[in-house]
């Protein structure tokens, strides 16, 4: 058994889409405006599918706004290369609440999506 979707809460799908695919790198995976349905996926790892999900009910707009409200990242991206992710996504001016740091799980840095959410970076 294997992880094939997982989703994240956004305020927009169609912005949220073309942050995800324009600025972080994702690739089109599914697209169907009337449905307010985007998917989106990884290059590296194609088989797995991040559904950008409208928080149009009450229960998912708390949960969203109680992850942020703590500081919580809502879901946590892999890279090789932190300090590299964090440059280039600083360069295409992405807001971080954390630069780069290092303790004994490796490094993280957690940015804004600028949809509502919190996005952990780490690197093991």
Known sequence: MRVKMCSIH???PLTAFE????T????????????QLYVVQSREDPLLGLLLEPSDNSVAEAYKKGLRKL???AIVFGTADVQAEFERLRA?????EQEPSTD??????????S???LIQLHQD
């Open 19 to 22: 942050f995800y695919t324009n």
């Open 104 to 113: 004994a799980s490796g490094t993280t840095a957690i940015f804004d999506d």
């Open 10 to 12: 956004v305020d927009d």
């Open 24 to 35: 972080l790198g994702f690739e089109e995976l599914m697209v169907m405006p009337e449905y």
């Open 115 to 117: 949809c509502g959410n």
């Open 71 to 73: 500081g919580v990242p």
């Open 92 to 96: 295409l001016n992405v807001h971080f």
